[in-house]
């Protein structure tokens, strides 16, 4: 490991950046971040011509930050991104590698989002904006002046951005910079309009060109499926019903991840462990050797601790969190498909991941195939079917071992066949569920994450749908109604509410009235006696990882 982390440290970035990247899980620098860093560092401007996918991302980031002077409270760095998905990954890249980096602030600026919280955050002196040119365009017709303290601009996709027509924004946007900015410019192509830029705007650029060489093996069968983040435990759980798998890796991106989900899967009956940075060698070698022998089935894994794993009966990568870069993907699934053998691996995309997923398939040359998420029927065909086989060896020579004691227990029991063979079956099925309405009722799923939700998670409030506006019921006698803007959108329930406001609030379940899910909020009635004492208790409570921010309705 020692060795790896070498390769990062000897490009000379700051230690705090070489800490940050050591714990995201990146292990040698790509040859694009190899190249770059160093010009990039020294100062100079340059043209990076790679595909998205190579890790560019990095190799820009990394040296800016190593360059951020903390003390000051102003602009310092912009990078523009043509599109907003864009902008997000390459900010939430940024924080990544900021987070050892102690008064560095990031601010993502793109259109679609409030202008409030982008002013803040500009106001208290965010040191790195990553935008699109037509919202960046907008703050400059506020503040002239905001651009006038960059040090250092990335223009990344230029390519990309022209296709969109944002020339005219890139040039109120090149003016609004200091000319002794350093420039750097990322591109998968460089056509002629892309080459006038780089005259007319950078100085002396260096050269740098990277070619994607990531493919995928053929034989691995792949497919994605579309969940909501907050539903990927249950997505699991449900995949693996119906998945016919020898052993099974599934990928995750955080250490608690690995012990989180291990824990929920070997709570469903599965022989599951966890691997990560944490575990230590020996446990380690006697987790793969486990996994080789059989007594394991599932590993599930960070990046780094699933490096150099090969076993031979691993059927499956289950990439529970989206990979950071297309290389990381093609990584992961080779853990399958070894040895001439055919594999399968399965990709969970949340609605803000689905560009990712087609720069995935864009690197590797190879589409990505979507299912959809099993239903309550197929979970119990599986079930059955599962049951039937581990059943069908132990038929033949059952009657004359057990014959006998079937019929004692049957007189000792005094109960019909059927009765004694259902209640045998249930315990050696430790009490799943083996009918169609009670596994519905213990997989309480959305089907999937649609691009009909995701454009309704866009919307402001004020453009809801009508029935989102209907009049509230009538309040509760005693009682003061409160809203959250957390609704259905959120993957939000009233079990989920109502066990959050009776944990944190102290409260019995009498003291909470009716409460109401919409779309994009939710009302909740709380006693009116001591309400802003309650109030003040919740501030800071989160349901599915959001605050929750109760406030008192008032209805005018």
């Avoid at 912009?78 to 924080?95: D, G, K, S, Y």
């Avoid at 969109?164 to 090149?174: A, H, K, R, S």
């Avoid at 469903?268 to 996994?291: F, P």
């Avoid at 049951?387 to 069908?392: H, I, M, V």
Wanted: proline content about 6%; hydrophobic content about 40%.
């Amino acid at each position: 490991m020692t060795q790896e982390i070498g390769g990062f440290a000897a490009l000379g970035i700051h230690p705090s950046v070489l800490a940050a990247v050591t714990a995201v899980g990146y292990e040698e620098p790509s040859p694009i971040q190899a190249q770059a860093i160093p010009v990039i560092l020294g100062g100079h401007d340059m043209i990076g011509q790679a595909q998205t996918g190579t890790g560019k991302t990095a190799a820009f980031a990394l040296p800016i930050l190593s360059k951020i002077d903390p003390a000051r409270r102003e602009p310092q760095a912009v990078i523009l991104a043509p599109t907003r998905e864009l902008a997000l990954q390459v900010a939430t890249a940024f924080e990544t590698y900021a987070k050892q980096l102690p008064g560095v602030s990031v601010v993502a600026v793109y259109g679609g989002a409030p202008m409030g919280p982008q002013l803040k955050a500009l106001r208290m002196g965010a040191q790195v904006i990553v935008a699109t040119p037509g919202r960046l365009v907008d703050h400059l017709g506020r503040n002239d002046q905001l651009l006038s303290t960059i040090r250092m601009m990335v223009l990344d996709e230029a390519d990309e951005m022209l296709k969109l027509g944002f020339m005219d924004d890139l040039e109120v946007i090149f003016q609004a910079m200091p000319e002794s900015r350093q420039s750097v410019l990322f591109s998968a192509t460089l056509p002629h309009s892309i080459r006038a830029i780089a005259e007319k705007h950078l100085r002396e650029p260096q050269h740098i060109k990277i070619a994607a060489k990531t493919q995928t093996v053929a034989r691995i069968e792949q497919a994605h499926l579309m969940v909501h983040a907050d539903q990927k435990v249950a997505a699991v759980c449900r995949l693996l019903e119906v998945e016919d798998f020898d052993a099974l890796i599934a990928f995750v991106r955080t250490k608690q991840a690995t012990l989180d989900l291990a824990s929920a899967l070997e709570a469903k009956g599965y022989k599951a462990a966890a691997l990560n940075g944490d575990i230590a060698q020996n446990q380690r070698e006697r987790v793969i050797e486990s996994l080789k022998d059989g007594r394991l089935d599932i590993v599930v894994a960070t990046d780094v601790a699933a490096r150099g794993i090969d076993v031979p009966r691993i059927t499956h990568v289950l990439n529970v969190d989206m990979p950071y870069d297309p290389e990381s993907y093609v990584h992961r699934i080779g853990r399958t498909g070894r040895a001439g053998r055919e594999g399968r691996a399965l990709l969970l995309v949340t609605p803000r991941e689905r560009r990712m997923l087609q720069v995935i398939e864009r690197v590797t040359g190879q589409k990505v195939g979507e299912v959809k998420l099993p239903t309550p029927q197929q979970v119990l065909d599986a079930r059955i079917r599962k049951l039937t086989n581990g059943l069908a060896p132990l038929v033949s020579d059952a009657e004359g071992s057990h014959g006998e004691l079937f019929d004692r227990l049957l007189g000792d029991l005094q109960c019909s066949p059927r009765a004694l063979g259902a209640a045998l079956l249930r315990k050696v099925t430790n009490g799943q569920s083996l009918s169609l309405a009670e596994i519905e009722r213990e997989q309480p799923l959305v089907p999937n994450a649609g691009p009909q939700r995701e454009r309704r998670e866009r919307e402001p409030f004020d453009s809801a749908a009508p029935r989102e506006r209907r009049a509230p019921l009538p309040v509760s006698e005693g009682k003061a109604r409160c809203r959250t803007a957390l609704g259905t959108r959120d993957g939000i329930a009233a079990k989920n509410l109502l066990g959050a406001i009776l944990n944190e609030g102290g409260l019995q379940r009498e003291a909470i009235g009716r409460i109401q899910i919409r779309e994009t909020f939710s009302l909740v009635e709380l006693p009116e006696d001591g309400l802003d004492r309650l109030l003040g208790k919740l501030k800071d409570t989160r349901v599915a990882g959001k605050a929750l921010k109760l406030r008192r309705y008032r209805e005018d």
